[in-house]
């Protein structure tokens, strides 16, 4: 028998930055997912400070309109985590957690506020398909500066996040989707990495904002998992934010567009807040 043919791996340029504050920053606050991805992107681009603040998660938060749940909700988290609420600024409450957290419209407000013009953030809402989320990690991959991809996701479409070695081997070289049954079903946010490319599957990497799953925070998707958890058909809309140099942003627009993505916020379910100060 022959050596297996190789695996590539691709990380997205600023990853290693993003993961060095990921490991730093984990677990997010409670109801502050898409904050925390925001933050996380910010770090990864150089922007840790903004007029003496530091750009965390609650600064994201904040600048967003996210608004929290009064009580935490143990169905909103993931087994093994017992939830954050050591808020370091004041963000507003409402009582029901099912319309609490942060819209993908406060999200890029808030990071084309807070990183004053030198990052721009692009909403695409679809079409999601293994084919769309391949085409634009390729075009993230090919920037010079720091790119972020925010995935805005249904997480009961993904594995759980702890396969087997075999799992992940049989479905990078054979393309078997059968994996482990997911760890939760909320609507959420999480970074999209890195890639591994197989002769027949594609894995990818999210960076995730509670260390239980997979690895401190890190687990690997087959892209058509990933594709249909960014769908969402079975809960409100989804999509992916991507956050890019702002001198870098026309020319991803445009290659975007030729992929047949729709530049366009979704709603996800969550209720706007204050909005961006």
Sequence with gaps: M??????????????????????RELPQRDDLCGAFCGALGLSAAGLTE?????LDQDAVAVAAGSIVSAARDPATLPGGEAGRRDYRLAIPEIEDPDVSGTTAAGVVAALRELSE??????????PWTAGTVDGLFELAAGCERPVTLIANHATHHLWGSRPSAPVLLDYLYEGHLDGPGPDWNVGHFACIVARTEGPVG???ALADTYPALGHDGLHWQPRERLA???DRRDKPAGGVIVLADAGEAMALREAARELGLIEELWDNGTIEGAGPA
């Design 228 to 230: 249909a958890a960014i």
């Design 50 to 54: 903004r007029r003496g603040e530091p």
């Design 202 to 204: 594609s894995l990818y």
């Design 2 to 23: 022959g050596a297996p043919a190789p695996l590539r791996t691709v990380l997205l340029p600023g990853t290693r930055e993003l993961l060095a504050v990921h490991a």
């Design 117 to 126: 013009g030198a990052l721009e953030a692009i909403p695409y809402s679809g």
